[in-house]
């Protein structure tokens, strides 16, 4: 069964670093997501990303955070300057229809700032 | 409360007993989903629910929406100490067109099946 992978699947980096989250999506389908789950908190919607641009975007998602579509395959969420806050587990997600189908995740990448 | 609030924060079980979560929501929405997710790991997908149907069922998993009442229960029969885990409701709003999929995730209830 295909599956959305993620890579890596823990990242430490020192605080003021960038970091690029990277994210396969299930190869059919059209809509991407990043999702943020703070340790012990709920996830939180970052990101939506369809026909290669922005779709839709929470206001935690600011001019730290970009999401780019490189080559066709890989979804990739890229922190310009971490801050300790930033430290959370980061869920890629893509679906195949935006509203009514269900949205497949990744196993995560857990960052770490120091 | 905030959009997809589950309740009860956390539920504790013997096997083979029943396990009933609640969501509320506020908004009005195209589809509920519930997903699952073990200590430390990835979201599962467990059943979607769309805004025009009442009741659905997938193995021992049963999912109602009550969208008078913008609430959705899932329950799972005879519990296993596997299903040990967090469950979230997350729902996809229908805001005209506007939304591209984006999910809004409530607290998640954490479930305890003890064997």
């Known amino acids: 069964e295909p599956e959305v992978t993620q890579t890596p699947s823990h990242q430490v980096t020192q605080m003021g670093q960038e970091v690029i989250l990277r994210c396969v999506p299930i190869s059919n389908h059209l809509y991407f997501y990043w999702y943020r789950q703070i340790l012990g908190q709920k996830v939180e919607f970052l990101v939506s990303?369809?026909?290669?641009?922005?779709?839709?975007k929470s206001e935690i998602f600011d001019d730290q955070f970009s999401v780019e579509r490189p080559d066709g395959s890989n979804f990739t969420l890229k922190i310009r300057s971490t801050k300790l806050e930033d430290s959370a587990m980061y869920f890629c997600?893509?679906?195949?229809?935006?509203?009514?189908?269900?949205?497949?995740f990744g196993p995560g990448t857990r960052l770490t700032v120091t | 409360s905030q959009q997809g609030e589950e309740d009860p924060q956390a539920l504790s079980i013997q096997e083979g007993e029943n396990a009933t979560m609640n969501c509320s929501y506020k908004t009005s929405i195209n589809n509920l989903q519930w997903y699952r997710q073990n200590s430390g790991r990835g979201l599962v997908h467990l059943i979607l629910i769309r805004s025009n149907e009442r009741e659905k069922h997938s193995g021992r998993l049963r999912v109602t929406l009550d969208t008078s009442k913008k609430s959705s229960s899932l329950l799972i029969t005879a519990s296993r100490a596997a299903d040990t885990a967090s469950y979230f409701c997350a729902t996809a709003s229908n805001a005209g067109g506007t939304s591209y999929g984006k999910l809004t995730f409530g607290q998640g209830t954490i479930l305890t099946v003890h064997p």
């Open positions: 997600a893509s679906g195949w229809r935006r509203e009514s189908y269900e949205q497949y």
């Open positions: 990303f369809y026909n290669n641009e922005i779709s839709e």
